[in-house]
């Protein structure tokens, strides 16, 4: 069945690279296009040269392979540089999202650089590196979301890279130390990942694994990336709530997290027009840096406790049985993604997700959705006196 899989995805591939007029490039201009290795160590060719579509696919792929003799001299790190540029990556996400197998296969059978870095004791871990260090930032994304569909090498090399920690979790063919590595990642990337507000992005761009329920033990340690029985049910039918003068539908219901429920009202319909969405955008005072739009599908504490955004939107008031449960504690020094609570002489008043600590160069920030307005980065500082609140408290998950 694979293999019939990967004739089908080789055709159609050839079909892509072939929308200009056909071109037989001749065997003198392939090698020389693949000598140019021996000088700049990188890659002679991707997308955007005037030849790629020209070039039949087995030239390409014979181009895009170093000489055998280059490939053994580079290090494993720069193997892996080599692999997170790799102009291929962009296939992962043309395949069908139940059939990315098949794009590993595609790898194997075409990506030297790839099949070297397998081979290596020290490549998985130079890889995991490698893809550790990306500057990848949600708004990329959020901004145009179906850019993961094609040729972006930033964003080609973030999937890739998720997706081959997803694959090495699922093989548990690991060492001590890549699962070490791996557990940085997730909490590293776990955060990014977690501004990103549309399905196409969350898809393949996430640890859990294809929403099923998943508890990933890391040297001894049990990392929950989506708890056994976590999730939303309904308990009644569809009512209405005022946000910001906006009539907007929810579902009320329980939200099960932590091991403790609580109450929670499931986004239904409604939203702002695109007028009134700007005019919320633009709504607050301080120099912010705002990372998904104005919306009444999700607030504050959903956004904090539950991981919500606009494609899964969710309208907690209160995180109190969550900050009770015996799987969150206080703490006094903030990390990030530790969850702040702050409180205004009324009480609780706004949660937020740490991002950055006084550790970093401008102290401490925060990520968090302003009621209906918009989601902001923002320094924690600025959130207390948006919110007049004196004090805040700091959690953090188990």
Same mark, same amino acid.
């Given at each position: 069945?694979?293999?019939?899989?990967?004739?089908?995805?080789?055709?159609?591939?050839?079909?892509?690279?072939? $929308?200009?007029?056909?071109?037989?490039?001749?065997?003198?201009? /392939?090698?020389? @296009?693949?000598?140019?290795?021996?000088?700049?160590?990188?890659?002679?060719?991707?997308? *955007?040269?005037?030849?790629?579509?020209?070039?039949?696919?087995?030239?390409?792929?014979?181009?895009?392979? !170093?000489?055998?003799?280059?490939?053994?001299?580079?290090?494993?790190?720069?193997?892996?540089?080599?692999?997170?540029?790799?102009?291929?990556?962009?296939?992962?996400?043309?395949?069908?999202?139940?059939e990315k197998d098949v794009f590993w296969d595609y790898l194997r059978n075409n990506?030297?650089?790839?099949?070297?870095?397998?081979?290596?004791?020290?490549?998985?871990?130079? $890889? $995991?590196?490698?893809?550790?260090?990306?500057?990848?930032?949600?708004?990329?994304?959020?901004?145009?979301?179906?850019?993961?569909?094609?040729?972006?090498?930033?964003?080609?090399?973030?999937?890739?890279?998720?997706?081959?920690?997803?694959?090495?979790?699922?093989?548990?063919?690991?060492?001590?130390?890549?699962?070490?590595?791996?557990?940085?990642?997730?909490?590293?990337?776990?955060?990014?990942?977690?501004? $990103?507000?549309?399905?196409?992005?969350?898809?393949?761009?996430?640890?859990?694994?294809?929403?099923?329920?998943?508890?990933?033990?890391?040297?001894?340690?049990?990392?929950?990336?989506?708890?056994?029985?976590?999730?939303?049910?309904?308990?009644?039918?569809?009512?209405?709530?005022?946000?910001?003068?906006?009539?907007?539908?929810?579902?009320?219901?329980?939200?099960?997290?932590?091991?403790?429920?609580?109450?929670?009202?499931?986004?239904?319909?409604?939203?702002?027009?695109?007028?009134?969405?700007?005019?919320?955008?633009?709504?607050?005072?301080?120099?912010?840096?705002?990372?998904?739009?104005?919306?009444?599908?999700?607030?504050?504490?959903?956004?904090?406790?539950?991981?919500?955004?606009?494609?899964?939107?969710?309208?907690?008031?209160? !995180? /109190?049985?969550?900050?009770?449960?015996?799987?969150?504690?206080?703490?006094?020094? !903030?990390?990030?993604?530790?969850?702040?609570?702050?409180?205004?002489?009324?009480?609780?008043?706004?949660?937020?997700? /740490?991002?950055?600590?006084?550790?970093?160069?401008?102290?401490?920030?925060?990520?968090?959705?302003?009621?209906?307005?918009?989601?902001?980065?923002?320094?924690?500082?600025?959130? @207390? *006196?948006?919110?007049?609140?004196?004090?805040?408290?700091?959690?953090?998950?188990?």
């Amino acid at each position: 069945m694979k293999i019939i899989k990967y004739v089908v995805i080789s055709i159609l591939a050839i079909v892509l690279l072939c $929308l200009l007029p056909p071109y037989t490039a001749e065997a003198s201009n /392939v090698i020389q @296009m693949k000598k140019a290795w021996y000088s700049t160590k990188s890659f002679p060719i991707n997308p *955007n040269h005037p030849l790629w579509r020209r070039l039949d696919l087995e030239d390409n792929f014979t181009i895009l392979n !170093p000489p055998k003799d280059v490939l053994n001299e580079l290090s494993s790190e720069d193997l892996a540089k080599l692999m997170m540029k790799y102009p291929h990556l962009w296939v992962l996400t043309s395949y069908d999202y139940r059939e990315k197998d098949v794009f590993w296969d595609y790898l194997r059978n075409n990506c030297d650089i790839y099949n070297e870095i397998l081979k290596r004791e020290d490549g998985i871990a130079a $890889l $995991l590196n490698e893809y550790k260090e990306t500057d990848f930032n949600a708004s990329m994304l959020n901004g145009d979301p179906m850019s993961v569909f094609g040729y972006n090498p930033k964003i080609n090399a973030e999937v890739f890279g998720c997706q081959f920690v997803r694959r090495l979790l699922a093989s548990k063919n690991m060492s001590k130390a890549d699962y070490g590595l791996i557990e940085e990642i997730i909490k590293k990337k776990s955060v990014e990942y977690g501004l $990103l507000v549309y399905n196409c992005d969350v898809q393949y761009l996430t640890f859990e694994e294809d929403q099923e329920n998943v508890e990933m033990s890391l040297l001894g340690r049990t990392i929950t990336v989506k708890a056994k029985n976590d999730g939303f049910t309904a308990t009644g039918a569809d009512l209405e709530k005022t946000i910001l003068d906006i009539q907007i539908r929810f579902i009320p219901g329980v939200y099960q997290k932590y091991g403790v429920s609580s109450d929670c009202l499931k986004w239904y319909s409604g939203d702002y027009d695109a007028e009134t969405r700007k005019r919320y955008n633009n709504r607050i005072n301080y120099s912010w840096y705002r990372l998904a739009n104005a919306t009444p599908k999700y607030n504050c504490h959903a956004y904090a406790w539950l991981k919500a955004n606009a494609s899964s939107g969710y309208w907690l008031e209160s !995180p /109190v049985n969550y900050m009770n449960s015996s799987r969150v504690t206080q703490v006094g020094e !903030p990390k990030v993604n530790d969850i702040i609570v702050m409180y205004s002489s009324a009480g609780i008043a706004h949660s937020a997700v /740490v991002c950055e600590t006084p550790s970093g160069k401008t102290g401490l920030y925060a990520v968090s959705k302003i009621g209906g307005l918009a989601l902001y980065r923002s320094p924690v500082s600025e959130l @207390m *006196n948006y919110y007049s609140c004196k004090t805040f408290k700091k959690y953090r998950i188990k």
